[in-house]
């Protein structure tokens, strides 16, 4: 049986607890007067000096009228209130008479607990960010069957203290949950992105909705049912790993069109056209990083596959060229490596002094769905002293050349 305090017992809090006093000694403190069968209500300098763990789920609000429930589209961006995390670390700090563990649930921005909570905690404590996917109305339920439970830690490190928390978390679940374990800034990033993919996926299905109702004879349903059954791509894994982005003969150019739909029917925003926006834009910033790169080492930048995928010549709707534009619009040449592009201009096929070369193809990434195993073989013999800019984060470090991993900002 451990001993757990919760700094913040309100609607998440106070049922969390009691799911954890099912099984060990539990505290609470709230600013604000709560009562429970099972949880001790206390005041602060007993919870902290009576607890290992102290788990804070206070809140981190937004402010009046970011809710959502109002239109704010068109309100200037504000991150959530961090007063009540402050101060219940700056509590933790005052009060404890030794070393804590101490577990912020709370749901805040990638970036925030690293930067404005754990240089206020006494370093004798740990700090693990741990948010949860808690839903009103199931909150014991949800505690204990989690799709996943993320733990994040400093350096992404399973031991120790995250491992200790695994541990605690075992005694009380009920669905042997999936771990996921990451730097406080993954698992705030885990956190965060799993609403905005939901908030995502309504959005289309619902704009599905807006088209069928103005285009008509269109079942809102027979659509999003045939998409939700497409398991390939749509649903599951597929497409969910970072790199180049959207290219083809198909996706990019119905997009594209699709804004003209979007207007045509008056459908009053056009999604299609953010889509493709953060398209050009990601593309530009992959251009502007191999600039960077390329002024740093004073050598060329290169392209390592022009067609929009491995293994085929079809070089329209690629991402490859569409991040070469960018590179020239910056005022650098750009020259492609692809033995298969039907379209000649600027590829070359050897290189003649070291190069930042970007790793746009990856032949597992794209065919791997199909069986088809074998990694992609440089285009031509890679010089030393080249740096290869890996947007997939696949290739491993080889003598005499840089790798950088596009996407990977760790730093252990
Ligand atoms: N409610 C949910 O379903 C849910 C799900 C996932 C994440 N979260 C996150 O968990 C956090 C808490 O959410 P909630 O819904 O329980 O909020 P809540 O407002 O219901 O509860 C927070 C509690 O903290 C108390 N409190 C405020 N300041 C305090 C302080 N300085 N010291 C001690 N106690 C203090 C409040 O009195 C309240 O009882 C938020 O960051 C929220 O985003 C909530």
Known sequence: MKKIGFIGIGKLGLDCAEVMAEKHEVRGYDIYPRTSDSVKVCDINELVN?????????PTPHAD???????????????????AVIDAIQKVNTHARSSKKVVLISTV???????????????????????????????????????????????????????????????????????????????EAVKIFYNTFISAKVGLVNMVQDFAMKIGNINVDVVTNALARSTMRIMGPKYMTAGMGDAGACHPRDNIALRWLAKEYNIGYDLFDTVMHAREIQARNLALF????????????????????????????SY??????????????VKYLDPLADDPADVISELAGPAVILWAHDRKITYEYTGDQPETEPYCEIPQGSVIVDPWRKLVDMTGLTVVHYGNTRTK
């Open 290 to 317: 191999l600039v960077e790169n390329a002024k740093q080492h004073g050598i060329n930048i290169v392209i390592h596959g022009k067609a929009y995928k491995p293994d085929v010549p079809y070089c329209i709707g």
């Open 109 to 187: 921005l990638p970036g925030t607990t690293r930067k404005n909570f754990v240089p206020l905690l006494d370093p004798k404590h740990q700090f693990l960010y741990n948010p949860y996917l808690i839903a009103m109305g199931s909150v014991k339920w949800d505690m204990v069957n989690p799709e996943m439970i993320m733990i994040g830690t400093e350096d992404g490190d399973w031991n120790g203290i995250a491992g200790e928390l695994k541990d605690l978390y075992d005694t009380v679940m009920q669905n042997d949950p999936r771990y996921e374990i990451g730097t406080w800034d993954e698992c």
């Open 320 to 333: 490859s060229t569409l991040v070469g534009h960018y590179i020239k619009e910056a005022g650098f040449d």
């Open 50 to 58: 009576e607890s290992e763990w102290i788990f804070i789920a206070v």
């Open 65 to 83: 009228g970011y809710d959502g429930s109002v239109p704010s589209s068109h309100m200037e961006p504000r991150d959530f209130g961090h007063d």
